[in-house]
């Protein structure tokens, strides 16, 4: 069946006809379809187009739809341009003539619209879940090795010693902006298109703020025009979506270290990781590769329709319709990775031993060194020089920080006290560093605090 066709004397050809028809992706929308439409159909009453029973028996006719449709053997053979056209076509096998009335002042350019502000509000409802959920998870993980001491890195060398709750927090932060991010999307997808018409607004007095009401949207469109040609609220789920992908690969990426040989820091479940068909000693990281392979797919997905998007001239174009693989595929991938970080987050087991022991060979105490002297009155610069000529010196006698003495310290140069060799324990430097966000225990279990807190709200936000 088609919506259109009285101006046209032959019928699309095969190749074109199967070249643009997009039910077998957009049928992911079939539920929002139902749901925009009963809205509609109860509008078009309020307005007169209907009768009450009318609009009854067409809101009956698609719940029915809703319900067979669950089952995926119902798009079977079907070969309905879109999923908008797919549901007319089964809304005139229920009710003949009647259905006819449907598609009164409307226009698919709006459907569209509607139907994935829909499935999209639904999506990003539950990717907020999942990422509280791995917020959450995170939080726990901290708070298994409160008192872990790692190196951090920059440049991957060993830097300074942090807290592992302290390392934990940082993706914390990580992933409570891409909260805050999906949420602010959400609010923009949140408004409802319908009344727009084609592209100038629709030539039936329909109570948009009802409609609106109706489907429990926040707010309408002020613009006919900007409705038609509009895709920028699924670039800002794309977005969204990159951005916790992005954070996600970094976790991978450092989980994907932690757990090798080399590190042996955390150990991960048998459950997250995959053997070799070949080296039977094998236990791959494959979930976390994988989580970092996907990240790249999804910022293809974003990339994807800024390209389609570019450039078109005002208002819709049917390169519009390639939005919705990207956005199904990023929401696919996005809610995979999500869930599957937090069952490795769940699995993982640290060995405190590894990352103190990285911390005590390496001279992430340096710095802590170096500023005990500017506390004390040596200019920072000549601090600096003193402790980097005391790595030096100790590189090439191969000595660790552990290795020197109070009395050896204060023999090295007259600016060293023999307490000072307090601080060549890692342990130690960090009691420096209570400042807000820095990785003193103190500041650590604040944050740890304050970060419950907060994802509590944030919980609460999403009712
Ligand atoms: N399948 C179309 C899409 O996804 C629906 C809108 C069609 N509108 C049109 N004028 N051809 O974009």
């Not at 028809?21 to 007169?48: E, M, N, P, Y």
């Not at 991957?156 to 940082?170: D, E, I, K």
């Not at 005590?360 to 980097?388: I, N, Y």
């Amino acid at each position: 069946m088609k919506l259109w066709g009285g101006r046209f004397e032959t019928g699309p050809s095969a190749i074109f006809e199967q070249f643009s028809g997009s039910l077998h992706f957009d049928k992911k929308l079939v539920q929002a379809d139902i749901a925009g439409s009963q809205a509609f159909t109860r509008a078009l009453a309020r307005a007169g187009i209907l009768t009450s029973d009318e609009a009854q028996q067409l809101v009956v006719a698609f719940e029915e739809i809703g319900k067979e449709a669950a089952d995926p053997k119902y798009f079977d053979g079907a070969d309905d341009e879109d999923i908008h056209t797919f549901v007319i076509r089964k809304l005139k096998e229920k009710t003949g003539a009647l259905a006819d009335k449907i598609h009164t002042g409307r226009s698919r350019n709006e459907q569209v619209s509607l139907d994935t502000r829909l499935w999209l509000r639904t999506s990003t409802g539950t990717l907020l879940d999942q990422l509280a959920a791995l917020l959450s998870e995170l939080l726990t993980l901290a708070r298994k090795y409160p008192d872990a001491i790692v190196p951090g890195y920059t440049h991957l060398r060993r830097a300074q010693a942090v807290l592992w709750p302290h390392y934990l927090l940082a993706y914390f932060e990580m992933f409570a902006r891409d909260f805050e991010r999906l949420r602010q999307a959400k609010a923009r997808i949140d408004v409802s298109p319908l009344g727009s018409g084609a592209l100038a607004g629709s030539g039936f007095p329909f109570d948009r703020d009802e409609i609106a009401h109706d489907l429990q949207f926040a707010s309408i469109t002020r613009n006919s025009m900007d409705v038609s040609g509009d895709r920028d609220f699924a670039l800002d789920f794309l977005y969204s979506c990159s951005m916790a992908m992005l954070h996600l690969s970094r976790l991978a990426e450092d989980w994907i270290l932690y757990s090798s040989e080399e590190f042996g820091w955390i150990t991960l479940g048998d459950g997250v990781t995959s053997g070799s068909s070949l080296m039977p000693q094998k236990k791959n990281p494959d979930s976390l590769e994988l989580i970092r392979g996907k990240s790249g797919r999804v910022f293809g997905d974003l990339t994807s329709l800024f390209i389609t998007m570019k450039g078109l001239p005002m208002t819709y174009n049917r390169d519009m319709q390639e939005d919705k693989e990207p956005l199904f595929d990023a929401f696919h991938q996005t809610s995979g990775a999500l869930a599957t970080a937090k069952v490795v987050a769940e699995s993982v087991v640290l060995d405190p031993k590894r990352p103190a022991a990285a911390a005590e060979e390496s001279w992430v105490v340096a710095t802590d060194l170096a500023e005990e002297l500017a506390r004390r009155g040596v200019p920072f610069h000549r601090a600096h020089q003193l402790v980097g000529k005391l790595v030096l010196d100790s590189v090439r006698a191969n000595k660790k920080p552990s290795d020197w003495t109070g009395a050896a310290l204060a023999a090295f140069a007259p600016e060293f006290s023999a307490d000072m060799a307090l601080l060549l324990q890692p342990g130690e430097g960090m009691k420096t560093r209570e400042i807000p966000g820095g990785t003193g225990p103190a500041s650590v279990g604040k944050a740890l605090d304050e970060a419950e807190i907060r994802l509590s709200t944030m919980r609460r936000a999403l009712g």
